[in-house]
């Protein structure tokens, strides 16, 4: 969902076939790969490429929440700072968080905040970091899609993973997941995200013009993508932790105390 | 990848569906009407009755009687504020020490910048942790080095019952130290304390061949040329 | 949080350099592996990814048309900034740039501006009017220390696969001419030790830190000193020599 540029060519999206600009139909998703655990510092981390999207993600928590006044003593703060980087566009961005940067990390908090088990960690937060490395449209949905991986590859407790997509209209056709050029010449685009397994939507924006029965179309291909988008986030997890898999069984924690060494002290 | 028996070594991740068969929810699981799921990524385990997550990731959080090497990290009149590679600030209170405190005295006694091993004396519904050094086997440390590995790992640093690391004290007879919170004190000779952060890196990154003990002594014996050495009176 | 780094570890670090060693096995004069990765952002005129060690940082060169200042009105405008994005560390904010990350942009867009590696004469499309505008945006990663040098190879391999899009004003895209290749290598002291491309537990301790900015053929184009301690003559002598001599074999993997 990007500011509308005026389209002076009157660029044709998608043509009589169905066929859009870059070859795909209607209901196909550009391809998307992902990779868990691709950083050392955080506590989690994902990487994405969705289409000509280029996304990090990262996860630092739980852990002690600052300032001490915004700490919660119920439960962990959920927050997620979306941010491009200058060179992840055509014009240059400016570093630093613009208003539409602040929405969107306020939305991704929000639909995270609904999954996580944030009351197993009272007075932290979960921090959650969005880099949107080269952009082509649907880099929110694509660094959804990519800190719900960091989130999981952090073991942050959730209930599930998030999935998410966008679908919109372009050319009068309701469309799954527009590129920039779609979404600046497209008539509207719908970013969504759910919980996979019980299908509740935690993420939903709309803008442009979409009759009921558009908006309906339009969500319901986001559903359908987000089923394969999920098995590829899973297949990423268990890519990363593929080797656990191999070790014999493992020792209780409780358990064993390991004995104390003799100790030099004062 | 299966072994032969139940699902053992399955790797689970949040959300997923853990086959109930008359099990009971335990850790890193959640209900949902009356299906178990998976809280967090992990092994599925099954023991005693019960279906476990045990988990591949995630920061430390104390449990009371974990054995902890803490950084003090700052002081007050009466205590000193502890680093356990946790969420959760961990204060040492002077009561909990070895040593008779004055009020206002501590930093003769711990400084800003130490290292000790310690005991996670209690933790609250609100996380708030109180550590304790009043038992023998806990005090400063100095001299030798720290390195930190997950936390998750710690169970298999020790082993079954102690095994694994017994096997690589005998071999480097270097002083260990493997607190809950994934960090290890180690000292010893260089070579030795550099052959047994190698056979814990290998733990780490779960290096296995055949099985990870085997792996681990294997390397041990090829370090080292022979087999474990006899075990002489401790140093 | 704060890193206190313990004083038992500070002491390990100190025994290990007084033996002739370091954490990571490495050599004092050594520097850990690099990676190079150039055009690695589509969006970008020119991109490098580099990993030096564990330590991961990303570079893109962002270049359009633009006035000129001035008080230069027949040259380009080159302008370098850096992030410290709070991802690639525990001790990094979110926020306006903190000193570190000014510092950092600086002393990177110093090396490149005092060796000319771009000629900005040649950047101008009208005088006074119109010139080339040249963003250099480091962007870090993941730190695990020397950021100084990461991110001068980073500079430098984006600019060596940067692209002028010429196409903006009726001609053709061309290659931005690169006519040096500045190398900066960053040594630390620990005690009476010096070590080259610092690790972040060896930059967490040491005393003090200094970057040596050299061309090809070994003269001086930047230096920066930092943290609080200090450094002997003999000692800023040795470092010079380490970096010429280590600036030769890193410059030719960030040309290839």
Same mark, same amino acid.
């Given at each position: ?266 | ?235 | ?7 038992? @570890?500070?002491?390990? $670090? %100190?025994? *290990?350099?007084?033996? +002739?060693?370091?954490? /990571? ?108 505008? @040249?963003?250099?945006? $480091? %962007?870090? *990663?993941?730190?695990? +220390?020397?950021?100084? /040098? ?107």
């Amino acid at each position: 969902m990007k500011d509308k540029e005026h389209n002076p060519k009157q660029l044709k999206l998608i043509d009589a076939n169905g066929i859009r600009l870059d070859g795909r139909r209607y209901d196909e998703l550009r391809p998307i790969k992902i990779e868990a655990g691709v950083l050392k510092k955080a506590d989690g981390s994902a990487y994405i490429e969705w289409g000509n999207n280029r996304v990090l993600a990262a996860v630092y928590g739980p852990r002690e929440a600052h300032p001490r006044h915004l700490q919660d003593p119920a439960k962990a703060l959920v927050q997620c700072r979306y941010n491009m980087a200058p060179f992840s566009v055509t014009e240059r961005k400016r570093p630093g968080p613009d208003r539409r940067s602040v929405e969107i990390s306020k939305v991704i908090s929000e639909a995270f905040a609904s999954v996580v088990f944030a009351e197993q960690f009272p007075r932290t937060s979960v921090d959650i970091f969005i880099e949107v490395l080269q952009a082509d449209a649907g880099t929110r949905c694509a660094g959804l899609t990519a800190a719900s991986v960091a989130l999981a590859d952090a073991g942050i407790p959730m209930r599930d993973l998030v999935a998410s997509c966008a679908s919109g209209k372009i050319g009068g056709v309701v469309c799954l997941d527009l590129n920039k050029d779609e979404d600046n010449f497209g008539e509207a685009d719908c970013p969504m995200a759910i919980v996979p397994r019980t299908g509740d939507v935690v993420l939903l924006q709309m803008d442009g013009h979409l009759t009921e029965e558009e908006f309906h179309s339009a969500l319901d291909l986001s559903i359908k993508a987000t089923k394969g988008i999920y098995q590829l986030q899973r297949q990423a997890l268990l890519r990363r932790y593929a080797t656990a898999a191999q070790e014999g069984e493992e020792p209780p924690r409780a358990d064993i105390r390991e004995p104390p060494s003799e100790v030099n002290d004062l | 990848m299966d072994e032969s028996g139940p699902a053992r070594r399955q790797v689970v991740i949040p959300g997923e569906l853990l086959d109930g068969r008359g099990l009971k929810p335990g850790s890193g699981t959640y209900v949902e009407g009356d299906q178990i799921f998976a809280a967090h990524i992990g092994i599925r385990q099954e023991r005693e009755g019960f279906v476990d997550v045990v988990p591949l990731s995630g920061r430390y959080i104390p449990r009371a009687r974990d054995a902890v090497v803490g950084q003090v990290i700052d002081l007050g009149p009466s205590h000193w504020l502890t680093d356990i590679n946790s969420p959760y600030p961990a204060p040492l209170h002077a009561t909990e020490s070895p040593w008779r405190v004055e009020f206002g005295d501590t930093e003769r006694f711990l400084r800003v910048g130490d290292a000790i091993l310690a005991g996670v004396l209690s933790v609250d519904e609100a996380m708030h942790v109180q550590l304790t050094m009043a038992d023998r086997q806990y005090g400063r440390l100095h001299g030798g080095q720290i390195i930190e590995i997950p936390h998750v790992r710690v169970p298999r640093v020790i082993g079954q019952r102690g095994t694994m690391i017994a096997m690589i004290r005998d071999f480097t007879r270097v002083e260990m130290f493997v607190g809950q919170n994934g960090r290890i004190w180690l000292d010893g000779s260089p070579t030795d304390v550099g052959h047994a952060v190698h056979a814990i890196h290998l733990i780490e990154e779960r290096a296995p061949l055949v099985g990870l003990t085997d792996t681990v002594r294997e390397y041990l014996v090829g370090a080292y040329g022979r087999g474990a050495a006899p075990p002489t009176g401790r140093n | 949080m704060t890193e206190v780094i313990s004083e038992l @570890m500070r002491a390990h $670090i %100190h025994r *290990l350099a007084a033996s +002739g060693t370091r954490t /990571d096995g490495r050599a004092f004069d050594e520097p850990r592996k690099l990676i190079v990765e150039k055009n690695y952002i589509k969006t970008a005129e020119g991109s490098a990814r580099v990993r030096l060690g564990n330590t991961d940082v990303l570079v893109g060169i962002k270049i359009d048309t633009g006035e000129p200042y001035p008080d230069t009105p027949n040259s380009g405008v080159l302008s370098t900034s850096a992030e410290l994005i709070p991802m690639a560390s525990p001790s990094f904010e979110a926020g306006p740039p903190r000193p570190e990350a000014i510092e950092l942009a600086r002393v990177v867009d110093r090396g490149i501006r005092e060796t000319k590696a771009v000629n900005m004469e040649n950047m101008c499309i009208v005088p006074n009017e119109k010139v080339w505008v @040249m963003f250099i945006d $480091i %962007h870090v *990663l993941d730190y695990d +220390g020397n950021l100084f /040098d990461a991110s001068s190879y980073g500079a430098v391999a984006a600019l060596s696969c940067a692209k002028v899009p010429a196409s903006k004003i009726g001609k053709e895209d061309y290659p931005l001419p690169l006519e040096n290749w500045p190398v900066s290598v960053t040594s630390a002291r620990i005690g009476d030790t010096i070590v080259v491309d610092p690790n972040l537990d060896e930059e967490r301790i040491a005393d003090a830190r200094l970057t040596v900015t050299t061309d090809e053929k070994g003269d001086l184009r930047a230096m920066q000193k930092g943290l609080k301690g200090s450094f002997r003559l003999d000692e800023i002598r040795r470092i010079i020599e380490t970096s010429q001599r280590v600036g030769r074999s890193i410059r030719e993997t960030i040309r290839t």
